[in-house]
């Protein structure tokens, strides 16, 4: 996170912490900086704890709503969930870029979400924009469109090794024996919008059809980062609604504020001022 200060993925949660929200564990590396957030903790807390209470209103319940859904979208056709090894010469895809130099392959990539969501979820109302806001901050639209015309980037996309080494992150151990993370011991992060692989398996899905839902592939990655957001009936034309998913991703307002002022920026084509994009 963090990357509008061109970091490297090793630093770019310096200071962070891991969040855990009321829906789901956490499926994301959080990057708050607690000292510049003191203000902004109770509106957090409070926004997750009404995005808890909505939710467990449900006849349901708020777990066993949300995995309904998923079953239900998994029933349809379930993808084979892992990391895709493939060659090193492959060519970065050549699309136009979009607003404010957005590569064309992410703009396809979160595009394509967006009709697909539509299609299945048309009550979340979904834009392009705000998964180009996520990826942003994520990862720079995978290291600027580093990716071939599939969405594979050419290097894989991997957050810090969780193992406590790196200060205000949580330990988090190994979830998958290293299949999505390549990784024993301890998790990290994975892909261009940066999941954790545990929330990835829950969460996953085909993007582009191809019957693989890889987290380093910006078309499976996009929508799986949509379905997240829009978990347990969220309407993101709402902005507290649309707040409450920014916050499942980090339980940060700067976050929040960093996703909301880039998401409108690549909606409008005016750069997000400074003040718009606290520090995270």
């Not at 193992?163 to 330990?171: C, Y």
């Not at 979830?175 to 892909?191: T, W």
């Not at 999941?195 to 969460?203: D, G, N």
């Amino acid at each position: 996170m963090g990357r509008h200060r061109k970091q490297s993925p090793a630093t770019v949660r310096r200071g962070s912490v891991l969040a855990m929200t009321g829906l789901v564990p956490a499926g994301f590396v959080a990057c708050a900086a607690a000292s510049d957030l003191d203000s902004d903790q109770a509106a957090v807390q409070q926004l997750l704890a009404d995005d808890q209470d909505a939710l467990s209103s449900r006849t349901v319940g708020s777990i066993e709503f949300v995995e309904h859904s998923m079953a239900e979208q998994r029933s349809v056709a379930p993808p084979v969930v892992k990391t895709v090894a493939l060659p090193n010469n492959r060519e970065k895809a050549d699309l136009p870029a979009g607003n404010l130099g957005v590569p064309g392959v992410a703009i396809a990539a979160y595009q394509s979400a967006e009709r697909t969501l539509d299609a299945e979820n048309p009550d979340c109302n979904m834009p392009w924009n705000l998964l180009a806001g996520i990826g942003r901050v994520e990862s720079t639209h995978a290291f600027g469109g580093k990716a071939d015309t599939d969405g594979n980037p050419l290097s894989p996309v991997y957050g810090p090794v969780l193992d406590g080494s790196l200060a205000g992150n949580n330990v988090i151990h190994d979830s998958d024996d290293g299949a999505l993370d390549g990784l024993g011991g301890y998790d990290r992060a994975v892909g261009p919008m940066q999941f954790l692989p545990e929330t990835w398996k829950r969460y996953a899905a085909d993007g582009n059809g191809d019957g693989i839902a890889d987290p380093q592939n910006l078309y499976d990655a996009a929508l799986t980062a949509g379905k997240y957001l829009c978990a347990g009936g969220l309407n993101m034309r709402d902005l507290a609604q649309q707040s409450r998913a920014i916050l499942r991703y980090n339980n940060s307002m700067a976050y929040v504020a960093n996703v909301m002022a880039w998401s409108n920026s690549y909606g409008s084509g005016v750069a997000p001022k400074p003040a718009e994009l606290p520090r995270i």
